[in-house]
Every structure is written in structure tokens, then in C-alpha cells.
């Protein structure tokens, strides 16, 4: 079953049809103060025991899993969102058959970077390399602990594929950042979410719903 609960394009409202602002806007120090506030609520959420807080919700994700970016990534198609266990760590498991926790953010705390990847690739082209070079930035300057890099996608091809698809573009960012930057893999994990999280539910094929998303799990 494919779900359609939207995700907000960088800071932009819920609402479909609210118009994205550029990640390119987003300064260097405007960066750092939206993750600092990301590291505040996922603590919040594992300490309160409830499996959220203002701002956030745990939800699980059943067959996914969130790799270091030295690893290589297995997902499954027919992923199954599930209640939360307040109990479970907010990162990744490392026994891949424990469900992932993933963090359904409000749109003012989310980072997204609408990186166009071609119809079919994972590639990261060169013209697109300078939209991370403030998030190369903001990770050397920070003391984020470890950051979660989220593939997304259109409904394009199957889910299974698209799963697939979406893990290839998260590890090609990561790729960057490590490579090109000199960010520690150990800060870096990879997960894709496939079609699941469309930033435009109204049109599930919308070229904007290939998306990176990033969030400072700690």
C-alpha cells in the first residue's frame, strides 16, 4: 500500500501548493540553529517515553534500514509504518531485522535539499554538486554527532525499485560529503523511504518529490 502524507520542501508549509523556499536561501548559521532545534526534540522523544514531542513523531518503519555511509544498504519493497515503541532508540538498530525508527518532522524543522536527479539515476551531477556546498559547510563547523541523509522519490517505476532507488541517492550524497568535503563517514547514515513521503501528494510523480532529506538525529 503506498502512502501519501506529505513532506514539507525545505521549510515550506504541509499544505500542497505552498511554495518551497530554496535551500539555497538557507544560511550557514540559519542551518545550524534549525539542527540544533532537531537534536533537541529527537532527545526530547527517546527521554519522554512517549514517542514524540512538540514538533515530532516517531513512527516505525518496518523493512528499512539505516546504514553507516561505509555500508553497503538492503531494503525491501511493502514497507509498513507501524505504532512506536517508546522503548526503541530513536537511531537505527544495528540487528537489520529490528524495525527502523524514523522521524516525522514539522515542516519548520525540516531540512530538505531538492536535488534534481535524472528520471532513472542516482547520479549526482556536477551542476547540482554546489547546493551542497552550505551543508558541506554547516558539517564541518558543527558538532552534530551523527546526521540521517533520506532518500526520496517520485512513484515512477515500482515500489520495490523506487525503495531501491532511493537508498542509491541518499549513499551518493554521503559519497559527496565524505569525499568532497571530509566529513567523517561515522556521522553520516543513509536511508531511503522511497515514494512514501511525497512533497507533492497531488501530483505523485512531480519531479520535486526527488528529495534529500536531513536530520541531526544527534
Known sequence: MRHALPFALALSG???????????????DELLRLFDRQKQVFSEAENNGLGATRGLKLVTVEDVNAEAATESVSVTADAQ???I???????????PDKPLIFGQLDADLQVNLHITFGFDSAALADEEKPKLNTMCQVL???DIHLIRIVGHTDT???????ERLSVLRAKEVARHLTDDCGIDPARLETVGMGERF?????????????????????
Open 14 to 28: 504541509l499544505c500542497v501548493g505552498t511554495p518551497a523556499l530554496a535551500q539555497d536561501a538557507l544560511s550557514v
Open 81 to 83: 509504518r507501524a505504532a
Open 85 to 95: 515503541d517508546p522503548n526503541q532508540p530513536i537511531q537505527a538498530a544495528a540487528d
Open 140 to 142: 564541518q563547523q558543527s
Open 156 to 162: 515512477s517505476g515500482s515500489e520495490d525499485y523506487n
Open 198 to 218: 511525497p512533497y507533492n501528494a497531488g501530483n505523485p510523480r512531480a519531479d520535486e518529490n526527488r528529495r534529500v532529506e536531513f536530520q541531526a538525529l544527534s
